[in-house]
């Protein structure tokens, strides 16, 4: 009778650590696919932030593959810590900025923020949770007393983690509240227009000296990057006037939050949030939020029309 207990014991706790491993490996490989996506599509252009999403990405899909593999309660601690200092560093860069770079909203940051906060629930739990009998017996045997006792589990894991989880979501949730994209200029500002060189071409730049760009499926009547595009290539806005030497023919559209938004030669023109500094042109060739982005060039304002039917 009792050989059967121990016996449906074991099964039963064999059963649930099999689950949370599959779920934790599952969840934080799931972290690393969407963090390599937005990777491709962007960040990798972002100086000190896209170098640090690949070393996210190969930590995190070794680990996941470790855990899937042994099921180590180390492994699977540093997995769950893994995923906790993830959401730190978004939480971070939404609220104060990370190496100069500050996070706007997205969907694709709140479904990660989520699946981050779940895989580290199956991956604490799993770290902390009773092994199976069996191989709790063959180390107290060994005469190992720590791993005996880690074997057995830590009392009231489930609860500390839990809470843990739960505030972690509570911060987080607060966070994507507070984000969003840059603020739209007053319709009073009034933009200078200026040139600079970068990598041997002519650009247009903002007053700052920041490189401007246009997007290939605008119209000269219409911004086609809205939402959360906008919030990466925020839309030059108000009026504008051209510097000394600057030829081409300035003008506004009316976007769909409003604003006026600063056309020249009939592009309307945004900056780059890669773009941290000036002479800096990541924006550049980038297939990103539906479309092709260009700088906009000095030939461009001479020559250059939307290239609409």
């Not at 791993?147 to 809470?163: E, I, K, N, T």
Request: net charge positive; hydrophobic share 45%; proline share 6%.
């Amino acid at each position: 009778m009792e050989s059967r207990r121990s016996l449906s014991t074991w099964s039963s706790r064999q059963i649930w650590r099999a689950g949370l491993r599959l779920a934790g490996a599952g969840l934080l490989a799931a972290t690393g696919a969407i963090h390599l996506d937005l990777y491709l599509t962007g960040y990798r252009s972002i100086p000190t932030i896209g170098p640090l999403f690949l070393l996210q990405m190969s930590a995190v899909f070794a680990v996941a593959a470790a855990v899937l593999a042994t099921g180590n309660r180390l492994i699977a601690a540093a997995g769950a810590a893994l995923a906790l200092a993830t959401l730190g560093a978004y939480v971070r860069s939404v609220w104060v900025g990370l190496f100069g770079f500050r996070e706007i909203r997205s969907t694709a940051g709140i479904v990660a923020g989520v699946v981050e906060v779940a895989a580290f629930a199956a991956l604490a739990i799993l770290a902390a949770s009773p092994g199976v009998p069996g191989r709790q017996a063959g180390h107290a045997a060994s005469g190992s007393r720590l791993l005996a006792r880690l074997q057995a589990g830590m009392p009231g894991a489930g609860l500390a983690v839990a809470s843990i989880a739960a505030a972690a979501l509570v911060v987080f949730g607060i966070s994507v509240a507070r984000a969003g994209g840059p603020p739209p200029a007053p319709a009073s500002n009034r933009a200078v227009l200026k040139t600079a060189t970068i990598g041997g071409v002519r650009v247009l730049t903002n007053a700052r000296g920041f490189t401007l760009y246009w997007f290939a499926p605008d119209t000269p009547t219409r911004s086609n990057c809205t939402g959360v595009c906008a919030g990466y290539w925020p839309p030059v806005t108000g009026t504008a006037r051209a510097g000394p030497g600057i030829p081409g023919k300035l003008g506004t559209i009316e976007r769909s939050d409003g604003t006026a938004q600063v056309t020249y030669n009939e592009h309307p023109l945004y900056t780059y949030v890669g773009d941290t500094a000036p002479g800096q042109a990541f924006g550049n060739l980038r297939n990103l939020n539906g479309g092709l982005w260009h700088e906009m060039t000095v030939a461009d304002l001479a020559t250059a029309r939307c290239p609409c039917p």
